[in-house]
């Protein structure tokens, strides 16, 4: 599993830009798909370009949850590449242009490897991506509590770890996770990285993570 990170509240590299909102690439079980859009069309699509993914190689759109810093960019990647499936949680509405949308209200199987949380707390669904390692959870903000995702992608096997943005959730939500990428909306980002620092990796437009057989690259 390989993902990079296009769109965040800061960037990694300083050839991209950052902005409030986050999106970012998961390659895996032969899929490229693109988790969120950010905020802006024209940034999402000029970060793609800089990282050279074209945004026509795109299988598959996973949207978390319908917040502006989520969806904003969804329009602009969909006039590059309307043939994707675009997969939203249920209580989201008005996405055109796709070739398909996929509502989802419960966890499910999306395509081998690839899962969905469902739509927790009527507020948000994360990605569940399996590896060798276990369960890699791919999440827009964590507005659940962290305890119910977990458990939620727990049904796809033992949870490894998390990227994304974690919202206010607690460090110790966090204790039993192998691996830590806090980015976007965490509240308490430092004291994640303090607590867990074997375990922490920086995020940032532009930061690449890889889970091998070995454990994460970065």
């Known amino acids: 599993m390989k993902i990079t990170i296009i769109y965040d509240n800061t960037a990694f590299r300083k050839d991209l830009e950052a902005d ?7 390659e895996a079980h032969g899929r490229r798909v693109l988790f969120d859009t950010g905020a802006s069309g024209s940034i999402l699509l000029s970060n793609m370009e800089t990282l050279l993914i074209d945004p026509g190689t795109i299988d598959d759109v996973f949207i978390s949850h319908p917040d502006f810093d989520h969806i904003g960019g969804l329009s602009a ?6 043939t994707v499936t675009v997969w939203v949680p249920r209580s989201l509405h008005g996405v055109k242009k796709a070739k398909e949308i996929i509502k989802i209200g419960s966890p499910r199987k999306m395509h081998e490897g690839l899962y969905s949380t469902g739509e927790l707390e009527e507020t948000e669904q994360s990605l569940c991506v399996e590896t060798r390692k276990g369960i890699v959870i791919i999440a827009g903000c964590s507005h659940p509590r962290m305890e119910h995702i977990i458990e939620a992608a727990s049904k796809f096997g033992a949870v490894y770890g998390i990227i994304g943005g974690l919202h206010g959730n607690k460090p110790h939500s966090l204790e039993k996770l192998h691996l ?4 976007h909306c965490t509240i308490y980002k430092q004291e994640i990285a303090l ?3 074997a375990k922490y990796i920086e995020g940032g437009a532009g930061k690449v993570i890889e889970v091998k057989d070995d454990g994460p690259l970065n």
Do not use: E, K, M, Q
């Not at 409030?20 to 998961?26: D, N």
């Not at 990647?77 to 309307?82: A, G, I, Q, V």
């Not at 830590?180 to 980015?183: M, P, R, S």
């Open 180 to 183: 830590i990428c806090a980015t």
């Open 77 to 82: 990647f969909l006039d590059r590449n309307s």
């Open 195 to 197: 607590l867990y620092p």
């Open 20 to 26: 409030w909102g986050f999106a970012a690439l998961v």
